[in-house]
């Protein structure tokens, strides 16, 4: 089984510097998820736009995230809206070429 991309975005309406320290809270139980390799937070504050790329070990394991409490958490903010979420498989042959960071535990190597 392939493993997965996940591409969330969403708008906000509170000064990203609160944003920020809301969610600072929420990045070790997401680091903490099952399947999870990695995250890249977004932020576009221009735009009032954030969101993350995810890297899943499986499309399971992704789809159990966006099923589970913390997206929960987040659909049910105030503060956030337009939430969208896409999921695509990793093409491993042509991401090996362009370098891409598919190796589990490279955020902590960092």
Known sequence: MPRQILQ?????????????AAWLGAAQP???????????WLMNE????AGGIYLF??????????AGPIVAALKSSPAISDISAKLFDVM???SAITRAPLSSGLAAAA
Not at 8 to 20: E, G, Q
Not at 30 to 40: M, S
Not at 46 to 49: G, L, N, R, V
């Open 8 to 20: 969330v975005n969403l708008k906000f309406s509170i000064p990203r510097a609160d944003l920020a």
């Open 30 to 40: 997401i680091a903490e998820t099952p399947g999870l390799d990695w995250k890249v």
């Open 46 to 49: 221009a735009e009032h736009e």
């Open 57 to 66: 070990e499986s499309r399971a394991a992704a789809e159990a995230y966006l």
């Open 92 to 94: 491993p042959d042509h």
